[in-house]
């Protein structure tokens, strides 16, 4: 759900200050909504796909539906049918459910009251079946579907009309998450009943997918049965609904004034309850944030010393510059550098050594395929060494020699990830959304977003470009496809927003396609290790070396999350360990290493050994290991 | 010296010292790349039990914490609860879910608060 359409949109929104409406709206539980909107990060689930099903046809609001999840509703009744047990505790707890409800939503009493008792009856009805098993089971979908499109609608109907029509939607599509959800927030013993109801609910579900045949015989009269005992409640519920739908879709018109009020007073009190003060100046600074640009820092800073950015927030960076003793140079010129580092890269070597042979292939002239395949992989190794400032400069040389050639694409998903690593927020955001343009063209991106990108706060576009990648990822998810470099992608992006429990759940998707990929053994472990995680990430870290021990950057992050775990004598070993792998080919090493080396040798209260640690005379390492260090 | 920008029973007024430690501790060349990564005065009203005390991160002039208003002036003003900052520098919280949920509130530049992070959190594994 796009943020901007909650801004600008709905009819509802209160004569007061949009945005605090906005506030209102996100108040709600927006874990689950996200959670839900993660296919495939959640794995090959049924309940997801179909869920996304119900929201897209609700969405279209149209056509004849494909495919179906039963609701909730649905499930209650279905219950019944096996065995019976769960079933009455379920539809107890659900009873429950809908009264509180009543806390949250404005449900009228009576229409409250009618629901349920429209809800109960149909399931007691189900038992006593009689029927002719003429039925046949391609039936059962449709009438499924139906119910369950029509219960949340039904639900909220009441409340649909203060709401508008974008808090209709909104809800309509969650409702079923929400009220399961909170039946399992509230009270020990119904939590368990529901669960288990839940469970076997799902496992007979599923049970009857695989085997429709078979089921068919026993469940084939209990459905007509249901099915005669629904089909007019639904038909009269639908016309309803339909009729509530269409006036709302035909008025432009806000809903009458007075019922308006009420809602809004009724939710005001309660939002204050929670939120006691907080109203004036929050409200106030967040729309002035959102209307003067936020990601611009140049009016209010130090001139020099800065990082310039452009339209798009990325950062202008200073050309690449090459090491000057580049003993590669004196090559004769029939030798490939190119070919040698990549079958060095290959083997394992030195990663040092292999950019010092990209440097020169470069310099030489040897760009390989379209002129950005050497700055690319330059840039790759760079980045792999821990040497994040030159690997992204190189990254950037070869994106740009790839779109001036007419080629774009390549690099720019290793190029944002760089710029997540250096808090380039916006400069990813602008990167990932090139890179999507580039590798789905046909996948359309809304004019809105790409001018997002100019104007608005790294926030909003993060959200946009999620959203824009989720697209993506559902519309091949409905196609059985599971993209790997997309999960990457969308990994990043949760990355960048600090979400890092989904970020972990793409790179571990991504790793199923590719176990292999020390990189992406690597990106989970630092989302588990930024996350609070450092005990799990060292699992990672260590999958990554296993697979690639010149891996300078994983070195350095178990040396971090060494660090996070208080092991400070081994993370400054890590650290260590990092900077002579770096050292061995050019004599040179990464300050930043150098900071978290000092920050670890403090943390041990060696101010005398920290002091060795300087970046300005960066020592020799041998005094580490005379101290004990073992590296 | 690190004793003076204490407020007792601030849970936060530990990790606030820790930072000053921190930076004092670090080198000049260290210090630089901060600022100029972050280049921001931040200055945090952290209220608790109906107190407030204030203190001030600068990472823009001159590479310091202190108690008290910043000066010059703040880039930014964040006003957060003892606990939420604490959640926050050891990451249980980030600081749009904060903000979004009203749990943290700002005057001046927004943005420049996420970058706070940065400054909060020690060393960040890297992807």
Known sequence: MSFQSLVSGSECAAPANPLSQVLKHTEGDRSLQQLHQLPSTAGPSVANEQDLALARQFFDAQGPPTSFAPHPAELARLSQMPGGQGGPNLHEAWAMEQQKQQAYRPLEDSKQAGWVAEFGAPSQVTSPVSSTQQQSISARPEFQQRNSYMSPMGMYGSSMPMYGMSGGMFHGMNATHTMADQGKGKGKSREADFEAAFAQIAASLQEQSSRIEEVKDGVDDINEAMEKTKLHENSTSETDFQKVWEELQASELPPPEGDMAKWEAEFNQLMNAQRDELEDDYGSSMQKAWETNLGDFSTDSVPGGRIEFDDEGVPVLEPYIFEKNNKYMAEPPTRSLLDEAKALLEQNGSLSEAALMLEAAIQKGQLGEGGHEAWILLGETRNMDEREEAGMRALMEGVKKAEANGTPGPGMMSLAISFTNESYDKGSHSMLLRWLRATHPTHPVPEETLSAMKTNSAWDTHTRITELFLDLTREHHSRGILDPDLQIGLGVLFYTNSDYDHAKDCFATALGTRPRDYLLWNRLGSSLSNGNKPEEALGAYREALSLRPTYTRAIYNVGVACLNIGAYKEASEHFLSAISLQESSTGDSNDQIWYTLRRALLSMERPDLANMAQVENKGNLDVFRREGFDF | ?127
């Open chain 2, 1 to 127: 010296m690190s004793d003076d920008i204490k407020v007792s029973g601030f849970k936060s007024s530990e990790l606030i010292a820790g930072l000053q430690a921190g930076f004092a501790k670090t080198s000049d060349s260290e210090r630089q790349s901060l600022i100029k990564k972050t280049n921001g005065i931040f200055e945090l009203q952290v209220s608790k039990d109906g107190q407030v005390a204030t203190w001030t991160i600068d990472a823009k002039k001159t590479g310091t914490v202190y108690k008290g208003k910043a000066t010059p002036k703040a880039d930014v003003t964040i006003i957060l609860a003892d606990d939420v900052l604490v959640d926050l520098a050891s990451g249980k919280l980030n600081g749009q879910k904060a903000f979004m949920t009203g749990k943290l509130k700002t005057r001046g530049n927004i943005m420049l608060a996420t970058k706070l992070d940065n400054v909060l959190k020690t060393a960040k594994a890297k992807l």
